[in-house]
């Protein structure tokens, strides 16, 4: 990509003279209170078992268990009764279905997108099967007793909620985290299929049920009919491959708003050569670019199984046709839906300092809230006066296509000399022996202020410390005019696989708490 082709879109920073400034107001987190980071550290620590987990989600489960099991035991015996189970397991099938929906009204009032959401999701699913089957062995061991198991199965009643109690089990079983990884596209099918079982079967089961099977229906038809109909768009979109970062490069002129940075889409492409599985197949991706620009919608999607290669293979023909003199670029029609998820209610923007960690394809996010804080700056409403970019690669040969984008970040912040922001691009790369003579040599070329390349892993701890000190350096506090007790913490959004989340909380961890509370707090939040 050549730097004027690159998503970023470059804004003229010396319009800032004439804009009066209107800084966002800045609402610290209760979790930056200096009493109450403590609690809050620990609540983020994630708990060995899993990259997921954390203590503050354990909290929730927990209190979420107890309630549970108050009202399956509460002057019951689970035994001899296992009626309650079955009404207490009937009273969660909203809530299973209200967590699976992609707009749902829990996220809405905790301001977190669904995808936050899932791990409550997949507990109270657990809780409804292990209630379902108490509910179904209890009568099973009850009828075995009492000599009449044949004669009660023959009943019209009894069959619906044995098909019941066999469809939530069949969800259950084809939901392990292994069917949901290798296979999600049947994982889906057997989801849907499962479920729908699972309603029609307790539906005729009891009536009782049917409340609550038109609420769980309802839940479901609201998200599904409704709301995502409202924010799905059919439009074309041009592909280009991108072979260095081993991605595709998808840009969507027809859509150049109504999306916050961190925030991300759901795709299908409707094309016969993605197979007749893949392209009804719809897979998330986090918008690269910032609303309201002229490139419109960008999406780097990185090869890394059976739908994006087949999307990687079908820009790919773009490249052969642009060396016989063709379009490197291919039109495709596609469906977008969303946008989801970002960073909710935290305004980058209102930090003294902002962090961003993305590790492969978790770039898309750093360059969409990075333009986004350039473009505030511009407005006169960014507070951030430090932005730091910190994106660790694999393979240093991925930087390549990116060069132009990150450069031409740091470059608008340094062309204005009103700007108060100063950015800075940090690019860690691991794998030293798979770069190429000619990469190494292209990297060497690159001399520009604020843009660093460094081999192996970044130690955490040290870039945020680093961050903070240049953030809260004295002369910077002094030229800014800004009383240098009131800074308003630094924001660290992370992106990129699961164990990077952990990493960025240890590092936090082992920045001492002075240092922490010299920039106001230090707040993580991971896309
Ligand atoms: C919120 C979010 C934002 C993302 N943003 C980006 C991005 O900007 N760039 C990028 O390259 N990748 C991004 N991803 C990852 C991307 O969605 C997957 O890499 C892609 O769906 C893999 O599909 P596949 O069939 O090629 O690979 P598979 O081998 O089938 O799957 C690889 C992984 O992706 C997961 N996955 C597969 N299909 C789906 C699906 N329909 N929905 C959710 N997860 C799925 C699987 O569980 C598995 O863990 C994002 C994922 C999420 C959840």
């Known amino acids: 990509m050549a730097s004027d082709d690159s998503h970023i879109n470059l804004v003229d ?59 399956s035991l509460f002057k019951n015996n689970l035994f001899t009764n296992s009626k309650r189970a079955g009404y207490v397991a009937m009273s969660q099938v909203p809530l299973v279905f209200a967590l699976a929906t992609k707009n749902n009204i829990i996220g809405m009032f905790a301001a977190v997108g669904y995808e936050k959401l899932n791990f409550f999701h997949r507990f109270v699913g657990r809780i409804l099967v292990l209630l379902v089957n108490f ?31 066999a469809a939530i089990n069949f969800v259950y079983l084809s939901s392990f ?13 057997f989801h849907f299929v499962g479920f729908s079982l699972f309603l029609v079967a307790i539906y005729k089961h009891q009536p009782i049920m049917i409340p609550y099977v038109f609420a769980a229906c309802g839940l479901y038809g609201l998200d599904r009919v409704i709301l995502r109909s409202i924010k799905t768009r059919f439009t074309k979109a041009t592909i280009r491959a991108l072979p260095e970062l081993n991605a595709t490069h998808i840009q969507i002129p027809g859509i150049n708003a ?46 890394v199984g059976d739908w994006t290669r087949k999307l990687y293979n079908l820009a790919s023909a773009g490249i052969a046709a642009a060396e016989k003199g063709g379009e490197v670029g291919r039109e495709v029609r596609l469906m977008v839906e969303g946008p989801y998820g970002g960073l909710g209610c935290t305004v980058v923007s209102s930090y003294s300092a902002a962090l961003l960690i993305a590790g492969g394809s978790g770039i898309t996010f750093a360059l969409s809230a990075a333009q986004h804080l350039l ?24 930087v390549c296509p ?85 800074y308003q913490g630094m924001i660290i959004a992370v992106c990129g696989p699961a164990g990077l989340g952990s990493s960025v909380e240890a590092g936090v961890g082992k920045v001492d708490w002075a240092r922490k509370r010299s920039v106001g707090g230090v707040e993580v939040c991971e896309e």
């Not at 179904?136 to 909620?161: A, K, N, V």
């Not at 985290?177 to 099918?189: A, D, E, I």
């Not at 094309?271 to 490139?295: I, N, Q, Y």
């Open 375 to 398: 473009n505030c700056e511009v407005k006169g409403q960014n507070q951030v006066e430090v932005l730091h970019v910190v994106w660790i690669i694999k393979d240093p040969a991925s």
């Open 177 to 189: 985290g292994f069917m949901r990884k290798r296979f999600h596209t049947l994982f889906f099918v």
């Open 13 to 71: 920073m010396s319009r800032m003279q004439s804009i009066p400034k209107t800084l966002p107001r800045h609402i610290g987190p209760a979790s930056t209170f200096p009493s109450l980071q403590p609690l809050s550290s620990v609540l983020r620590t994630r708990l060995f078992y899993s990259q997921e987990m954390t203590v503050g989600r354990l909290a929730i489960v927990a209190i979420y268990l107890g309630i549970m099991l108050f009202a």
């Open 402 to 486: 990116l060069i132009p984008t990150l450069t031409s970040l740091i470059r608008q912040a340094q062309c204005s000399p009103m700007s108060n922001l100063t950015v800075n691009v940090s690019i860690y790369y691991t794998g030293t022996s798979r770069a190429s003579p000619k990469t190494l040599a292209m990297l060497d070329t690159i001399h520009l202020g604020g843009l660093e390349m460094r081999p192996n892993r970044p130690d955490i701890a040290s870039v945020i410390t680093e961050t903070i000190d240049q953030t809260v350096k004295p002369n910077r506090g002094l030229a800014s005019g800004k009383d240098e007790t009131r």
């Open 258 to 303: 109504g999306w916050r940075a961190g925030q991300h889409v759901r795709v299908q492409v409707l094309s016969k050569s993605m197979g007749w599985v893949g392209c009804f197949e719809v897979h998330p991706f986090t918008v690269a670019s910032v609303s309201e620009s002229e490139e419109g919608m960008v999406l780097i999607c990185q090869d």
């Open 135 to 165: 509910h179904s062995f209890g009568y099973f061991y009850r009828w075995q007793l009492e000599g009449t198991f044949t004669s009660s199965m023959r009943q019209p009643s009894h069959i619906w909620g044995v098909l019941g109690f």
